[in-house]
């Protein structure tokens, strides 16, 4: 059948020719190789793959950056697939070499192409382009050259947030006039709040009458970006400084170069530790300031010792703890035991490191992986380093150049909708208003509580302020099926992710000390979306969320012990957050904050690991 395929695809180049349709005469070239590189997986495998090689070049001669972009990319991917197989049978480093060249041809259409492009089209790109990231970062890794495997995988992550928070407040270089900084912040702004309208009704059915409003958005969008590329070309005439400032505006994927300089930026004492699946293999990355070129480890892990023997546990044992246990189940803590095969490969390469940054893909987001146990001693990252999470280090990067915010007042939020006339309901909003009202007492503020905690109020107490904290003690919920649509719950209701993108927030620090909060869907790719990203979008420079329900009295032990340990009296800074959240849940899983009974045990992961910082840690 792929030899009939052959011949009609031959057949079809009889009439469609270069001259008379240049288009369609690529595309049957095109899939002629596709039907060559599927029948050397049957047999005469190089020759095949020489024939598929000749004829997605063939293709190329028409299917050009300016007449099919995507269509390029297309085929260049295609190309890039059959180099790889070819390396596996002769001439291998210059084979992937080639595979490389053509990966970064595709991938670098895909960048020219995601600026224009709209959020919907943005994310379709992100899903059809997942496994091109994947194959990219595996060529790279076969032919040694973890610098830019490295630098591809960071790529792929959290693009369209990224490409977001590039456009907010990003301190320009003095090397440009401030009438064009001036001018780009403008349109950045504008274009900015058209994204961000448009992810909010991500996954929603419009009306007509808003369908002609999108499209409306839509030729406004492209009015806009024609105006930035044009500012963005003069500002790139003042320097190499000016073009470093570019590209982040712009949403560049990050390049090792650009890598190397945020860890030098970092510091000696602190990490950059990247997770990446290629479909073949999980490699993690290690770069620390001075060095050259980046550590990578390849993780000795089968896919379905992932799943069914950890994360099944994990599953099981803390994210749906309550059932686990009602069914009479022992706790076994199995899920820990990824830390050996996943982790510790990396440990030599972190000596004299304080802090380490993680940034996790895919299933990994979901993973407390400061709790995974390194040895049979039960040693953990957390009993090592300070650390924080990012969803991507290009984010990482944009939000150090921003700087941390020193000073600033604080917003304490508590609300429950128990009912106060049971024992239960006045034993849970003891708990809940309970530590909103001690947090409050340490920041020298006035908590909003019960019927006060409403969504107008929480606008106006966040709206044109600089705080150091906005802590929210409620309940919280993730939706699976549309995460924007999670929240937390006020007195007049859920307070969604699509509700805090409309913010303008200017905050050190997000705490939401309720269920769930951590968590995020994919939207496409590794693209996330949750509560975490939207406040992220919204300006807070860190948050510290929950991964799974939390037992609230342990949660507010922890808090109140955080920020003991965060601020002085006068709210200056003791030490950095990450220093600040390792401390304090040490003490908590040690018994220094609550007193193991019957029924608790300090030690046990689900009462001390659910949370996590993300973002600049300072």
């Given at each position: 059948n792929l030899e009939r395929a052959i011949a009609a695809y031959r057949e079809a180049l009889t009439v469609y020719t270069p001259e008379a349709a240049p288009l369609e005469y690529a595309a049957t070239q095109n899939n002629l190789g596709n039907a060559y590189s599927d029948l050397a997986a049957v047999r005469d495998r190089e020759a095949n793959l020489e024939r598929a090689i000749a004829a997605y070049?063939?293709?190329?001669?028409?299917?050009?950056?300016?007449?099919?972009?995507?269509?390029?990319?297309?085929?260049?991917?295609?190309?890039?697939?059959?180099?790889?197989?070819?390396?596996?049978?002769?001439?291998?480093?210059?084979?992937?070499?080639?595979?490389?060249?053509?990966y970064q041809e595709a991938l670098g259409m895909i960048d020219r192409f995601f600026l224009s492009a709209s959020v919907a089209a943005q994310l379709g790109l992100q899903e059809e382009w997942a496994g091109?990231?994947?194959?990219?970062?595996?060529?790279?890794?076969r032919a040694a050259r973890p610098a830019l495997a490295f630098a591809i995988a960071e790529g792929s992550k959290s693009r369209l947030l990224t490409t977001l928070l590039s456009r907010g407040d990003l301190p320009a270089p003095d090397v440009l006039p401030a009438e064009l900084v001036a001018q780009e912040r403008a349109l950045a702004s504008r274009l900015n709040a058209l994204d961000a309208a448009a992810l909010a009704r991500h996954g929603q059915a419009a009306t007509a009458e808003e369908?002609?409003?999108?499209?409306?958005?839509?030729?406004?969008?492209?009015?806009?970006?024609?105006?930035?590329?044009?500012?963005w070309q003069k500002m790139e005439s003042y320097g190499s400084q000016a073009s470093d400032y570019v590209a982040l505006r712009r949403g560049d994927r990050?390049?090792?170069?650009?890598?190397?300089?945020?860890?030098?930026?970092?510091?000696?004492?602190?990490?950059?530790?990247?997770?990446?699946?290629?479909g073949e293999r999980i490699l993690l990355f290690v770069l620390r300031a001075g060095w050259e070129r980046p550590q990578s480890v390849e993780v000795s892990l089968a896919p379905d010792e992932l799943r069914y023997v950890y994360l099944a546990n994990y599953a099981d044992e803390v994210l749906n703890r309550r059932r686990?246990?009602?069914?009479?189940?022992?706790?076994?803590?199995?899920?820990?035991?990824?830390?050996?095969?996943?982790?510790?490969?990396?440990?030599?390469?972190?000596?004299?490191?304080?802090?380490?940054?993680?940034?996790?893909?895919?299933?990994?987001?979901?993973?407390?992986?400061?709790?995974?146990?390194?040895?049979?001693?039960?040693?953990?990252?957390?009993?090592?380093?300070?650390?924080?999470?990012?969803?991507?280090?290009?984010?990482?990067?944009?939000?150090?150049?921003?700087?941390?915010?020193?000073?600033?007042?604080?917003?304490v939020v508590g609300y429950t909708p128990?009912?106060?006339?049971?024992?239960?309901?006045?034993?849970e909003r003891q708990l809940f208003l309970g530590e909103a009202q001690s947090v409050a007492a340490q920041m020298g503020v006035k908590a909003l509580l019960d019927q006060e905690a409403t969504a107008e109020r929480l606008r106006e107490v966040l709206s044109d302020r600089t705080?150091?904290?906005?802590?929210?003690?409620?309940?919280?919920?993730?939706?699976?099926?549309?995460?924007?649509?999670?929240?937390?719950?006020?007195?007049?209701?859920?307070?969604?992710?699509?509700?805090?993108?409309?913010?303008?927030?200017?905050?050190?620090?997000?705490?939401?000390?309720?269920?769930?909060?951590?968590?995020?869907?994919?939207?496409?790719?590794?693209?996330?979306?949750?509560?975490?990203?939207?406040?992220?979008?919204?300006?807070?420079s860190s948050l510290l969320v929950g991964l799974w329900s939390v037992n609230a009295w342990t949660t507010a032990s922890l808090m109140v012990d955080f920020y003991r340990r965060l601020w002085d009296k006068g709210g200056h800074k003791k030490t950095d957050k990450a220093t600040a959240l390792r401390q304090a849940t040490l003490a908590l899983r040690n018994g220094e904050l609550l007193s193991p009974t019957e029924h608790f045990d300090p030690s046990d992961p689900y009462y001390w690991a659910p949370f996590i910082l993300i973002g600049d840690w300072r």
């Open positions: 070049r063939e293709a190329l001669r028409f299917r050009t950056p300016e007449a099919a972009p995507l269509e390029y990319a297309a085929t260049q991917n295609n190309l890039g697939n059959a180099y790889v197989r070819l390396a596996e049978v002769r001439d291998r480093e210059a084979n992937l070499e080639r595979a490389i060249a053509a091109l990231y994947a194959r990219a970062v595996e060529a790279c890794h369908g002609g409003t999108r499209l409306a958005h839509l030729q406004q969008r492209q009015a806009l970006v024609d105006q930035l590329r044009a500012v990050p390049s090792w170069e650009g890598l190397v300089r945020l860890a030098e930026a970092l510091g000696p004492q602190t990490a950059l530790l990247s997770l990446f699946t290629t686990h246990l009602q069914a009479g189940r022992p706790l076994t803590h199995r899920w820990r035991g990824l830390g050996r095969p996943l982790l510790s490969p990396v440990l030599p390469y972190l000596e004299g490191v304080t802090h380490l940054v993680i940034a996790p893909e895919s299933l990994f987001h979901l993973l407390p992986l400061h709790a995974l146990e390194l040895n049979g001693e039960g040693e953990t990252l957390l009993d090592r380093y300070a650390l924080s999470y990012i969803p991507a280090l290009g984010l990482l990067e944009r939000q150090w150049r921003r700087g941390p915010i020193a000073q600033g007042e604080a917003v128990a009912d106060p006339t049971t024992q239960q309901g006045q034993v705080l150091r904290l906005v802590h929210l003690s409620c309940h919280g919920s993730f939706d699976r099926e549309d995460p924007l649509r999670s929240g937390v719950l006020l007195a007049d209701g859920l307070f969604t992710a699509r509700q805090w993108m409309e913010l303008h927030l200017r905050a050190d620090l997000v705490t939401l000390s309720a269920c769930e909060t951590g968590l995020s869907g994919r939207l496409a790719g590794d693209e996330l979306a949750g509560l975490s990203q939207a406040l992220l979008y919204a300006g807070a």
